[in-house]
């Protein structure tokens, strides 16, 4: 089982970046995925979240407006679409992967976490 994060970088404020979660050795289809996030420091916080029907759930309200969820069930991927990147918003990004039809808040609900991808937004 396997959940691997990417596209995770360097940008400016204001700017956009485009995660990506591709999971394998597990039926996709049939979990919820969430992107959490854990800054230097701080707790980490769940982000958003895509359900199995493809409705999602923002944890964050500070993303909203901003940060867009989606996934390609043919690819067993999740994306993470960032616009409007605030230095606030600069973490380490996880997804993980919970066998639920929606969106569970709790983090003990998750099966299977990625190992992350740093984004950092510069001032």
């Known amino acids: ?15 956009s970046l485009r995660l990506s979660c591709a999971a394998s050795g597990f039926t996709f289809d049939d979990y919820a995925i969430t992107w959490f996030r854990q800054a230097p420091g701080k707790e980490r916080e769940g982000v958003i979240c895509i ?32 616009n409007r990147l605030k230095p606030e918003d600069t973490a380490d990004y996880h997804c993980a992967a919970a066998f639920f039809n929606r969106c569970p808040p709790r983090q003990w609900s998750y099966n299977y976490w990625g190992q992350g991808t740093q984004v950092t937004v510069s001032s």
């Open 1 to 15: 089982v396997q959940l691997v994060e990417s596209g995770g970088g360097l940008v400016q404020a204001g700017g």
């Open 51 to 82: 359900s199995r029907s493809r409705g999602s759930t923002y944890y964050a309200d500070s993303v909203k407006g901003r940060f867009t969820i989606s996934r390609d069930n043919a690819k067993n991927t999740v994306y993470l679409q960032m």
